[in-house]
């Protein structure tokens, strides 16, 4: 689905890999992360990532973004709900959708919640929402609850809540940063964006300590793979440097949209040797469900042809910066499992790994982790086969755990 692939040299040595230049305008506030920085030239490479539109093209996108000596540099310092007051002064940034929404007293979504009594003057050109905020909760996976005058707020990006300190272009981090911005109206001539205003969340990278003697393992999956995920840690200890994306890897047209950045990370990997353990499936799988009736509907998620073609872009992307990938196959629907909104289907794990059966040929050097075939006739499994959920209990998650390990170190052994 990508028509074109292109390689980025991201600080020294790493590639930023099947990422296009974007076509769509870059807004204000987007959650961007830069992956080059030039402060000679006062210029960065910023990649914006999006649900991946098989129309354009277009997942991750990359922009020239400047900077001059009037833009304005803010480090977002993290926040504790218990460390604030029931309600605390804030300033909002939101997208024109959400603002509409919160306009006409609807739960909205938030780009950013800054506290303070100066956040409205420190955000005025992103033309923030004023108000009083109680921040309820902050999950590991990355949501944020709040609610705003009253209002319900929900929050995905959770490194964007906090209080500003000033700061300098310097503490631009390439991959291990993030930045929102509010730009002057653009592009300009030669395609490129000015920031007035950036605001800079930085993390650690996750690689720094790897010992260097071993290889590395990135684990990148569903809430599945967080089921097992502990356990083949385990197993791997003393073995691999191990690594997992950050909560669930959800769908494979989110996988399109995100990979660029999972795989820029393991480039600072201080191993030569990286394997890439993947799975997307039990999430283009699920099925719409009417809301009144909890009936299920036609609609996948991801409807399989779209599955497939996504898979093959991703293997090949993955392939494409050298990595040695493990395609851990689709675990099993055990018994329908309608919802109000969605659910999945029994059995129909099986239509979706069969499908992919082509794709794994055409990528041989790809080793096949089979957690289906296991679960399918493990008489651990019998009494979970027996349910509608498609998580594991703990004995049978160090099962998976122990598998997928297994096949994490002969993909090691290649």
Same mark, same amino acid.
């Not at 402060?39 to 210029?43: D, K, N, P």
């Given at each position: 689905?990508?028509?074109?692939l292109?390689?980025?040299?991201?600080?020294?040595?790493a590639?930023?890999?099947?990422?296009?230049?974007?076509?769509?305008p870059?807004?204000?506030?987007? $959650?961007?992360?830069?992956?080059?920085?030039d402060?000679?030239?006062?210029?960065m490479?910023?990649?914006?990532?999006?649900?991946?539109?098989?129309?354009?093209?277009?997942g991750?996108?990359?922009?020239?973004?400047?900077?001059?000596k009037?833009?304005?540099?803010?480090?977002?310092?993290?926040?504790?709900?218990?460390?604030?007051?029931?309600?605390?002064?804030?300033?909002?940034?939101?997208?024109?959708?959400?603002?509409?929404?919160?306009?006409?007293?609807?739960?909205?979504?938030?780009?950013?919640?800054?506290?303070g009594?100066?956040a =409205?003057?420190?955000?005025?050109?992103?033309?923030?929402?004023?108000?009083?905020?109680?921040?309820?909760?902050?999950?590991?996976?990355?949501?944020a609850a709040?609610r705003?005058? *009253?209002?319900?707020?929900?929050?995905?990006?959770?490194?964007?809540?906090?209080?500003?300190?000033?700061?300098?272009?310097?503490?631009?981090?390439?991959?291990?940063?993030r930045?929102?911005?509010?730009?002057?109206?653009?592009?300009?001539?030669?395609?490129?964006?000015? =920031?007035?205003?950036?605001?800079?969340?930085?993390?650690?990278?996750?690689?720094?300590?790897?010992?260097? /003697?071993?290889?590395?393992?990135?684990?990148?999956g569903?809430?599945?793979?967080?089921?097992y995920?502990?356990?083949?840690?385990?197993?791997?200890?003393?073995?691999? /440097?191990? +690594?997992?994306?950050?909560?669930?890897?959800?769908?494979?047209?989110?996988?399109?949209?995100?990979?660029?950045?999972?795989?820029?990370e393991?480039? &600072?990997?201080?191993?030569?040797?990286?394997v890439?353990?993947?799975n +997307?499936?039990?999430h283009?799988?699920r099925?719409?469900?009417?809301?009144k009736?909890?009936?299920?509907?036609?609609? +996948?998620?991801?409807?399989?042809?779209?599955?497939v073609? /996504?898979?093959?872009?991703?293997?090949? %992307?993955?392939? =494409?910066?050298?990595y040695?990938? @493990?395609?851990? %196959?689709?675990?099993?629907?055990? $018994?329908? *499992?309608?919802?109000?909104?969605?659910?999945?289907?029994?059995?129909?794990?099986?239509?979706? $790994?069969?499908?992919?059966?082509?794709?794994?040929?055409?990528?041989?050097?790809?080793?096949?982790?089979?957690? /289906? %075939?296991?679960?399918?006739?493990?008489?651990?499994?019998?009494?979970?086969?027996?349910?509608?959920? @498609? +998580? &594991?209990?703990?004995?049978?998650?160090?099962?998976?755990?122990?598998a997928?390990?297994?096949?994490?170190?002969?993909?090691?052994?290649?």
């Open positions: 689905m990508f028509k074109r292109l390689s980025l040299g991201i600080a020294s040595a590639v930023f890999c099947g990422t296009l230049w974007g076509a769509k870059l807004s204000d506030g987007e $959650n961007c992360i830069p992956t080059k920085v402060q000679e030239a006062q210029t490479t910023v990649c914006a990532p999006t649900a991946y539109d098989p129309v354009d093209n277009e991750a996108r990359l922009y020239q973004v400047k900077w001059d009037s833009t304005k540099f803010y480090m977002i310092r993290g926040v504790k709900p218990k460390s604030l007051a029931p309600w605390s002064d804030a300033a909002v940034i939101v997208s024109a959708k959400d603002r509409k929404k919160a306009l006409e007293g609807k739960p909205f979504a938030a780009m950013a919640v800054i506290f009594a100066d =409205a003057k420190q955000l005025e050109g992103f033309d923030p929402l004023v108000g009083r905020v109680n921040l309820l909760s902050i999950a590991a996976s990355q949501e709040f705003f005058n *009253g209002k319900e707020i929900k929050m995905r990006h959770r490194d964007f809540i906090g209080t500003l300190q000033p700061s300098r272009a310097k503490q631009l981090q390439p991959i291990f940063g930045v929102r911005m509010h730009l002057d109206p653009g592009p300009a001539a030669d395609g490129s964006y000015t =920031a007035r205003t950036v605001l800079l969340k930085n993390s650690s990278n996750p690689y720094a300590k790897d010992d260097p /003697n071993l290889p590395t393992v990135l684990v990148i569903d809430s599945i793979s967080q089921n995920g502990p356990y083949a840690a385990a197993e791997l200890k003393g073995k691999v /440097n191990f +690594h997992k994306i950050p909560g669930s890897s959800g769908d494979s047209v989110r996988g399109l949209a995100q990979i660029p950045f999972w795989l820029a393991a480039k &600072y990997a201080n191993s030569g040797k990286v890439v353990s993947i +997307h499936g039990l283009d799988l099925r719409a469900c009417d809301p009736t909890m009936a299920f509907l036609k609609t +996948h998620q991801v409807e399989l042809e779209d599955y073609r /996504n898979v093959d872009t991703i293997l090949s %992307t993955i392939e =494409a910066c050298g040695q990938v @493990v395609w851990v %196959t689709t675990t099993p629907v055990p $018994n329908d *499992g309608p919802g109000r909104f969605y659910g999945r289907v029994k059995d129909e794990d099986l239509v979706y $790994n069969d499908a992919l059966k082509p794709v794994l040929a055409k990528h041989p050097k790809v080793l096949i982790c089979d957690l /289906n %075939t296991l679960v399918r006739n493990d008489p651990a499994f019998d009494e979970w086969r027996k349910g509608r959920d @498609v +998580h &594991y209990p703990e004995d049978c998650r160090k099962i998976l755990g122990k997928v390990a297994a096949s994490i170190l002969e993909a090691v052994a290649k």
